[in-house]
Structure formats: structure tokens, C-alpha cells
């Protein structure tokens, strides 16, 4: 079998041809850039040192009617411990501190309708758990 191009050779079976022209063609990008653009990327910031038996708990809301879906792209953390395990729950409620959310376009000035609690004690009600991972040590990206 020869080896053949497989990058942007038309002639070839994997040919392929970018048809985003967003803002020029040939440009890929995530679902977050376009997000960021539009003043809609919102993060909620919490840092806290916890010992290993202690929860970091952080709970998003999304108020009903608000006319917005919320989505989670991706939760950063950092953990010195091995054998940490990150937990998404849903239906949980956490008392704690309230954190605004912040706009990661800092030239908009929009402002997210979601609500954030962040604590460092065990959420309660009737939560159902969404994914569990057990995370090693250093930085956490999933």
C-alpha cells in the first residue's frame, strides 16, 4: 500500500475542508471562545486549603424561567494530596459563601443570572451523583 497525503489533499479519501468563516476560513476554535466573544464565558472563582478529609463543596444554580441554559465546560483544581476524589452532584444544598460569578470577557458588562455557593462542609438534601473521579496529584483539568 503507498503512503499517501492525508492533509488537505483533495485527490486523497480523507480530504477535508474548513468551513468556518466566522471570522476567516480555516479557523478552528472551542465552544468557550465564542462564549468569551459574546461576554457569555462566566467562572466562579474559589480557593481554599482543605485537609484531606474535608470537603470543597461548590454548588451552581440556574433559576427557573431565567430564559438562559447554563453549561459546564470545565472545572480547574489543584490538589497536593493523592487519592483525591472529585465528586458532581446534583440536587445538593450547600451553605456557605456567596461568590458572583465573573465575566472572563472583562470588557463586557454582562452578568451571569446563575447563583454560586462555595463551603468546606458536606452538602445535604437528597443530592444524586452525576460522575465521581478519583485525581492524582497536581493539577486537575477534566
Known sequence: MPNETVFNQNSQPLYTEQVNTYIAPGIDTLPEAGAAMSGLLLG?????????????????????????????????????????TLTLLRNATVGGSTVTPVNYNFGSSVTSVSTARTATAAPTGSP?????????????IP
Open 44 to 84: 466562579i472563582p474559589f480557593a481554599s486549603t482543605v485537609g484531606t478529609s474535608t470537603p470543597l463543596v461548590m454548588q451552581v444554580a440556574n433559576p427557573g424561567g431565567s430564559g438562559r441554559t447554563l453549561y459546564i465546560s470545565r472545572i480547574i483544581a489543584s490538589t497536593g494530596t493523592a487519592s483525591v
Open 128 to 140: 444524586a451523583t452525576l460522575m465521581s473521579m478519583l485525581l492524582a496529584l497536581g493539577p486537575v
